[in-house]
């Protein structure tokens, strides 16, 4: 009674380090990207804080809305006669604020784009920041290019709470202080102003020198504070008033800055980029980054860590949206876990003993062979190694082929008989793989039996004699950076002593 053949099993090689790290692989998951070509610069991004966290546009003379699940526009803020800036939602989600180059504020009822709720004119100059206090829900802080910000309650908006003065150039750049009442400012002048709302004072409480015109602002924490400006962001501590740590990572204007939470920053420049720090790190570290087409004025990341949008001063805007695995795979299926069953029989139930089957035949296996495993199944040694070396198989196959020849001590049988047109392929395919360590025994048996067989043949055909001097100087050559490595460890290893 004959048994049935088993299957070769593939050689699985050890697995090589991996030359990317988890925080690349997970924001190169950011790959199905859909472009939008608005009809001018797209100013900023802006989104919802509840589900299902849809994003704001700012661009030209209107607002759009982009929904979270479509990537497509569910609704137009229009109302506007000249550049809106500064789309901004409140913390519940419920308002939207937006200034425009008039120097106009206007509330919307973020679900209905119609419903223009307050109307503020706090300046005949253009107001480029509007935003809500991030938890009192009647507090608006607007800055404008007449060098004034100004705090309103906008169940009031005859006459601002306070007015923060002493800017002596544009204010681009405006932020609350979380869990305090203070207010930070970014103006033109190289200065960021710190104001506390509550001592009634218009006079800033602490100045801090950015030396080039600050285009953003973001607050990490209620004593850590980032602006940008130029090529360069400073991260400032509120309590000692201090600059510690200064980041020079960009070649051009650095425009906007974003919170990605645990994630780190995204700074976005003119220069095109889109660098990712890491804030755990030591020296906060890039540790991804994106090149578009054009400047980055605006950026941000979905709460949810599901969207990365980026607009740009050339009127594209990108969303790149990060694949996520579904719950319970599609086309399986599910194993039926018998727990109900197993309760009704009871835990320690095990059948009777005629119910207990023995089944040690091995099963059957119809998938279809290779042309390499036919032939080792049909002893035809020479011909399975020719087959295991067509362009067609991977280099696992190869060597699965060539392992399999070495454990059966067939190796000279299978090179035997051979001339220039069939040794060709296999010194080819030993001149590609000899630099990988993980198959350098292999490929030494091979090449020993080689040299050994054919050397009268390979002095003869120039085309041989070329690819051995090749692999000469291909060992050669890994031998020296083997010495290379081995000196540079012993130079480690003095160090940390």
Known sequence: MSAA????????????PAKTTPEQRYWRGFTNSQLVKEHNAV??????????HNFAVTSST????FSSKTRKVVKNFTRFKDTVYSGEFRHDGKLLVAGDASGLVQIFDAQHPRSLLVTLQPSTHPTHVTKFHPSITTQLLTCSDDRVARLYDISSTEEPLMSFGEHQDYVRSGI??????????????????LFDCRSGNTSPVLTMNQEAPVEDLLCLNSTTLLSCGESGIKCWNLAAGRCYRTMNNFTKTVTCLYDAGERGILAGSMDGHVKVFDTASENWDVKFGWKFGSGVLSCGISPNQKHLVVGLNSGLLTIRTRKTEPRVKQG??????HAFARMIRGAEYRGESEYHILDDSVKNNNRKLKQFERDLNAFKWSDALDHSLLPALSKELTVTCMEELRKRGKIRVALSGRDASTLEPLLTWCLKTIDDPRDVHLIADYLSCIMDMYTDLIERQPVLEDLVSSIEEKVDLEIQRCKEARRIMGMLELLSV
């Open 176 to 193: 609350f202080i979380p869990g305090s009442n203070l207010v930070a400012t970014g103006c033109y002048d190289n200065v960021v102003r």
């Open 43 to 52: 100013t900023h991004i802006a989104f919802d804080p509840n589900r299902p």
């Open 62 to 65: 209107r607002i759009q809305v």
């Open 5 to 16: 053949r088993e299957r070769i099993q593939p050689v699985r090689t050890e697995t090589l």
């Open 332 to 337: 399986v299926k599910q194993q039926k876990s």
